[in-house]
């Protein structure tokens, strides 16, 4: 999942935590591919770029390496997902043990077999951990009640 980046394309601490938990989903044989999503926020480049970058410096292949980089909210995050996958159905969702209810809640309503691996919030800031946490309370019912795009609406 994405998430911020910094100025001078820096990856944010927790685009840092989810591209280096993915990369290692891939180092211990759990995964064959990743998909990096995130479009441009605040700062470029891309979210998924620079999740790349991360992962490229750990020794993924780039052709292990899928990209969203027009996503922006983790709705279309789990979107554009879902279209770069095709056929496949099943994924594992990483993100911050807050983020993943929704995360994974998103998915399954899209149709996929999803599962969560939280990332370590080890050394994160406790204030920006609570502020964000809190903010998943009604984000996590807007997307259990909000409508799917006509595409995936039989997919519940």
Do not use: C
């Amino acid at each position: 999942m994405g998430a911020a980046v910094w100025p001078g394309g820096v990856p944010s601490p927790a685009l840092r935590r989810r591209a280096e938990g993915a990369g290692r989903l891939l180092n211990e044989g759990r995964v064959d591919q990743i998909i990096v999503t995130g479009g441009v926020g605040d700062v470029p480049p891309a979210e998924a770029d620079v999740a790349a970058d991360v992962l490229r410096a750990m020794g993924i292949p780039e052709t292990a390496i899928l990209r969203d980089t027009r996503s922006t909210t983790t709705f279309e995050n789990l979107i554009e997902a879902r279209r770069i996958l095709a056929n496949k159905e099943t994924v594992i969702i990483v993100s911050d043990a807050f983020h993943l209810p929704r995360s994974v809640l998103t998915a399954r309503r899209l149709g996929l077999a999803a599962s969560g691996e939280s990332t370590s919030l080890s050394g994160a800031n406790p204030w920006r951990i609570t502020r964000a946490a809190l903010r998943e309370i009604p984000a996590l019912v807007w997307y259990a009640i909000r409508p799917l795009p006509g595409d995936f609406s039989t997919k519940t």
